[in-house]
């Protein structure tokens, strides 16, 4: 009976395992930047843009007075303070990161690219999973905004 027991607990054990590490999705293949723009958002409400021109997905770009590499040398160092943040891509005027949530292990990802010609840090921010984030994705951009304007950039 004792190894019963212990059976069903590793086995129990391995599939939560299993789901937790499941909650993080593929890596979508739409990430990036193309002819100017990133991805649009999905139809779902978990996805905020600053490219967007639908009221539940828009939110504003990130303005900057200084040069383009001051601008995301402290976007980076915003990034890097946050709380289950990684930058899994930095490329010219481009970044790729991931937020993890911390008990399910659901990823958000978040891009930021910098429009030179209008001064701007166009950002999208979207859950790889579900449909809602209770304003996650929001919330989010919203507290880089704060720490970006604290800075005064």
Not at 30 to 55: F, H, I, K, M, Y
Not at 75 to 87: C, D, E, N, P, S
Not at 129 to 138: E, H, P, T
């Amino acid at each position: 009976m004792m190894n019963s027991a212990r059976a069903t607990v590793s086995v129990l054990g391995l599939a939560a395992s299993l789901f937790l590490l499941g909650c993080s999705g593929a890596l979508p293949a739409n990430l990036g930047v193309r002819d100017g723009w990133l991805a649009p958002c999905p139809e779902t409400p978990n996805c905020v843009s600053s490219q967007s021109t639908d009221r539940e997905h828009a939110i504003e770009p990130l303005s900057y007075s200084t040069s383009k590499g001051e601008a995301l040398a402290d976007l980076k160092k915003i990034i890097g303070q946050m709380k289950r943040a990684r930058i899994i891509e930095e490329r010219d005027g481009y970044i790729h990161a991931e937020f993890t949530s911390a008990i399910w292990r659901f990823v958000d990802d978040v891009e930021f690219f910098v429009d030179e010609s209008a001064h701007v840090i166009q950002v999208r921010s979207a859950s790889r999973l579900g449909k809602s984030d209770f304003g996650v994705n929001r919330k989010r951009i919203e507290a880089i905004r704060a720490a970006w304007k604290a800075g005064e950039k």
